[in-house]
């Protein structure tokens, strides 16, 4: 009984995600977009923002432009990989039958993707950061999440996660 609970409850939750994903691609497909607090930013904002705000000196600015060229190298077969791993994904939405472990399958290659994506990303910022002196590694580190907002990582709208808002739930200071 407990075993046949779980598999409820995995299914249900499966389904959830999935639709989820569905009314996502939907909208990206439809290029419907929900309200932004903001516009979308134009590209090569999120460096010119950068560079302005941490007053970065020409040296800086080449070596950044540079580290720039680089993480757009590495990110885009990433961006490639992961797009046609949601869409061999989602194309299991043709299969009458479709096992939950095949989904949950297909759903790992994607975050797996993702995942390496992230960290190339992350790898970039900590890059970029040792290139400033003191002052704009303070700098750097308060204004780091509007960056990334501004370099319109999908999926996340601008201001603070929900919950928090007040500064709830956030990493450690």
């Known amino acids: 009984m407990n075993n046949f609970t779980n598999n409820r409850w995995l299914s249900v939750i499966t389904l959830l995600l ?7 691609l939907a909208l990206l497909w439809t290029n419907k977009k929900p309200a932004k607090e903001h ?14 705000e941490l007053k970065l000196d020409p040296a800086q600015q080449d070596a950044y432009a540079k580290l720039r060229e680089e993480h757009q190298a590495d990110v885009r077969p990433l961006q490639d990989s992961i797009r046609k791993a949601k869409d061999k994904f ?9 096992s939950d472990s095949l989904v949950r ?7 797996e993707l993702e995942q390496r994506r ?9 890059k970029l950061r040792a290139l ?11 204004i780091i999440q509007d960056a990334l907002r501004r370099m319109g990582r999908p999926g996340r709208p601008p201001g603070p996660p929900p919950g928090m808002e007040n500064g709830e739930g956030g990493p450690p200071h």
């Open 90 to 98: 989602f194309e299991l939405l043709k299969a009458e039958n479709v």
């Open 118 to 126: 992230d960290v190339v990303t992350f790898r970039h910022f900590q």
């Open 39 to 52: 516009p979308d930013p134009a590209p090569g904002q999120a460096f010119e923002f950068i560079t302005r």
């Open 18 to 24: 999935l639709t989820a994903n569905i009314v996502t």
């Open 132 to 142: 400033c002196i003191k002052e704009q590694q303070s700098r750097f580190d308060s």
């Open 105 to 111: 399958e297909y759903s790992k290659k994607t975050g």
